[in-house]
């Protein structure tokens, strides 16, 4: 996505423009890193997606093969506090209550008449991302940085008797990047991080279904993995 790439430019132009400055500045909030213990907020935007895996199954009964596939994204809202342990004067240990609201596009064809079924799987994960934070030295007001982590996360509002039904338990490994900036009265930190879903959370028994026509949906796919992209800023 554009937004994704553009981020990343502006990230690595303000690095570059930060190793390349000859000359020291006044330093804003000088002290902010020495406390053992940091707090703050954050809020930003996120994509939300689902690979699948298709099996091909076909069923026996109407001869039908439908495939499915994550097939739109859309921008998600996320919002969370942060807590942060200064470990030493380079590591940091994160934890990060947040709440994510998005959804996923889902299309089935059926290969072959061609028609056409669509689902919107809308999620809340409730979470509590825990964060290895490696910093650079500062320099002026510029402090890059890399984080990794695990992100368990619960889904509030699965929908039940639709095509594909998830599990509500989700556990993600993250990996990101980021900058401190050091403004006069507080700390503003982009960051973009990229959290890929441990495990299949696809529900294959289907007892919430009263409309069993609808099981040749999830009998025709084998593995659900979720996958998020998160922009955010931190206040602290």
Request: net charge positive; glycine share 8%; proline share 5%.
């Amino acid at each position: 996505m554009k937004w994704k790439h553009t981020f990343v430019l502006l990230l690595l132009a303000a690095l570059t423009g930060t190793l390349g400055a000859q000359t020291r500045r006044v330093q804003n909030k000088p002290y902010i890193d020495l406390r053992r213990f940091h707090y703050g907020f954050t809020i930003g935007v996120h994509d939300q997606s689902l690979k699948l895996q298709n099996n091909g199954y076909i069923d026996p009964a109407t001869g039908q093969q439908w495939m499915a596939e994550n097939d739109n994204h859309g921008l998600g809202f996320n919002v969370g506090v942060l807590g942060e342990w200064r470990l030493n004067p380079y590591l940091a240990l994160r934890a990060i209550p947040s709440l994510y609201f998005g959804s996923k596009h889902i299309q089935f064809v059926e290969m072959g008449s061609g028609d056409i079924e669509t689902q919107n799987m809308k999620s809340t994960y409730i979470g509590i991302p825990v964060d290895l934070k490696i910093t650079a030295p500062r320099f002026n007001n510029y402090r890059p940085y890399v984080v990794a982590g695990i992100a368990p996360m619960y889904d509030l509002t699965r929908k039940r008797q639709e095509n594909l039904l998830t599990q509500p338990f989700n556990l993600f490994v993250e990996v990101g990047l980021g900058c401190d900036l050091y403004l006069p009265f507080f700390k503003l930190i982009p960051e973009l991080k990229f959290c890929f879903g441990l495990g299949n959370i696809l529900e294959k028994n289907r007892n919430d279904l009263t409309d069993r026509n609808k099981l040749i949906f999830t009998q025709g796919v084998d593995r659900g993995t979720a996958n998020m992209v998160v922009l955010s800023l931190y206040f602290e």
